[in-house]
């Protein structure tokens, strides 16, 4: 397939350099339901700010590993998933087709957004691909030109209920709608800077703030060095790399004998384990959660479990203790798995490339998606440009910089409330 080479402008801020320091975004982190109504599922959204437009629109979007472009609210939309949330105004964005050219009259694109954690609400968009300014940081702001999805319609489930205007697509090409719209290669090739970025999700989960690193990572969140691995089959786009077994307790899990590959999908509020085993995955792991008086969260502080440790190709041990994988889940102290049922792999990645071509997805039953209880214990650094993961401890936040960060958003919620 051959894709043609598109000038971007570099759009600066006043006062504004090239950026040499990483791009660091506080994300907040807003939960909402999703899945079927008689069973809904608790699903967390890692958020921050951008601007765009003309008008330098805020923007509340996801920031998300499970996809690769970047896709918004409009108000060239008219569906209730749009209606619900803030549209931004596409008034001088130039119209591309799917290379990203210039074009007098741009093309749509459909996509497939999985924002259920078993398959059972996947989200669609359709689209028009323009090409828009956004702005990324507090000020002095940096800003470029990026090609973009403007929605024109989406599906009511899950969009409506969700607590964002769009995401930002942090895959790799793969599974971008070309190479162009890819956001971290059009980040880099706009700036200068690597087509990387590190991760930051609170421990505390449902308290304090996460954070994204562009450009780079923030050594600060570190509470040990990264280790590198390779990212498997990049061309597919995700961000997978090799487990080389996989040990609940002292088992090994079979599944995982000859080896398996890991989604590390920061969309996933949970880790997806093939449903074919994940009923003696459970019982392996021998959780006893005690009863009583005490609230959900003192629950999961006192709860007891074997120990999940996934070995990656390197000799990197990732230890998941019962702390880890257990969560708040309504009133109850949950563990976090799901599981990936057949239909639910031979649909990840599926997509409409345009009105008639289908791009087919799928992955084996030996994949694995490791979403925010890994996230939470280990700060991950995602590096486009060398194809590799790194992983590394997180630090935890003090009891001060919780309360800070809280303070800040209340009084940010307050300041937009007394506006409205």
């Given at each position: 397939m051959s894709r043609s080479t598109v000038l971007v402008t570099l759009l600066i801020c006043p006062f504004h350099a090239l950026a040499k320091t990483p791009i660091v975004l506080p994300l907040e982190r807003k939960v909402a339901l999703t899945g079927p109504a008689a069973a809904p599922i608790p699903k967390a959204y890692y958020v921050g700010t951008i601007k765009v437009g003309k008008a330098t629109e805020e923007m509340q979007v996801h920031f998300e590993t499970g996809s690769g472009s970047l896709v918004l609210d409009s108000t060239r939309c008219s569906s209730l998933a749009c209606i619900k949330h803030h549209r931004y105004t596409?008034?001088?964005?130039?119209?591309?087709?799917?290379?990203?050219?210039?074009?007098?009259?741009?093309?749509?694109?459909?996509?497939?957004?999985?924002?259920?954690?078993?398959?059972?609400?996947?989200?669609?968009?359709?689209?028009?691909?323009?090409?828009?300014?956004?702005?990324?940081?507090?000020?002095?702001?940096?800003?470029?030109?990026?090609?973009?999805?403007?929605?024109?319609?989406?599906?009511?489930?899950?969009?409506?209920?969700?607590?964002?205007?769009?995401?930002?697509?942090?895959?790799?090409?793969?599974?971008?709608?070309?190479?162009?719209?890819?956001?971290?290669?059009?980040?880099?090739?706009?700036?200068g800077m690597p087509s990387l970025f590190g991760l930051y999700v609170p421990r505390s989960g449902n308290t304090g703030m996460g954070e994204i690193s562009l450009g780079g990572h923030n050594a600060a969140r570190l509470d040990s060095d990264l280790s590198w691995v390779s990212v498997q089959q990049p061309e597919d786009g995700y961000w997978q790399v090799k487990v080389t077994s996989v040990r609940i307790g002292t088992k090994e899990l079979e599944l995982c004998a000859a080896g398996c590959l890991a989604i590390i999908d920061s969309s996933s509020s949970h880790i997806s384990i093939p449903a074919e085993v994940l009923p003696s995955v459970m019982q392996d792991l021998k959780v006893e959660v005690p009863k009583g008086w005490l609230t959900s969260q003192e629950l999961c502080k006192k709860a007891h479990g074997e120990d999940l440790q996934l070995v990656l190709e390197n000799g990197k041990v990732l230890t998941l203790t019962a702390q880890d994988y257990l969560q708040q889940e309504g009133k109850a102290c949950e563990p976090q798995f799901h599981p990936l049922h057949s239909k639910?792999?031979?649909?990840?990645?599926?997509?409409?490339?345009?009105?008639?071509?289908?791009?087919?997805?799928?992955?084996?039953?030996?994949?694995?998606?490791?979403?925010e209880p890994l996230l939470r214990k280990y700060y991950t650094v995602f590096d486009s440009d060398s194809k590799r993961m790194g992983f590394g401890l997180a630090k935890e936040e003090s009891t001060e910089e919780i309360i800070l960060m809280q303070g800040k958003t209340q009084r940010k919620r307050a300041r937009v409330a007394a506006e409205l």
């Open positions: 596409p008034d001088d964005a130039s119209a591309l087709n799917r290379h990203g050219s210039v074009v007098a009259r741009g093309e749509r694109a459909t996509i497939s957004v999985d924002y259920s954690e078993e398959g059972s609400a996947n989200g669609v968009v359709v689209g028009d691909m323009i090409r828009e300014k956004v702005c990324l940081g507090p000020p002095p702001s940096v800003c470029a030109d990026f090609a973009m999805l403007a929605a024109e319609n989406m599906t009511d489930e899950p969009f409506a209920e969700l607590p964002i205007d769009g995401l930002v697509g942090l895959g790799m090409k793969g599974i971008s709608i070309s190479s162009q719209f890819n956001f971290m290669d059009r980040f880099s090739a706009t700036t639910d792999r031979a649909d990840i990645g599926e997509r409409k490339e345009d009105s008639k071509s289908v791009i087919k997805g799928g992955v084996g039953l030996n994949t694995l998606i490791l979403g």
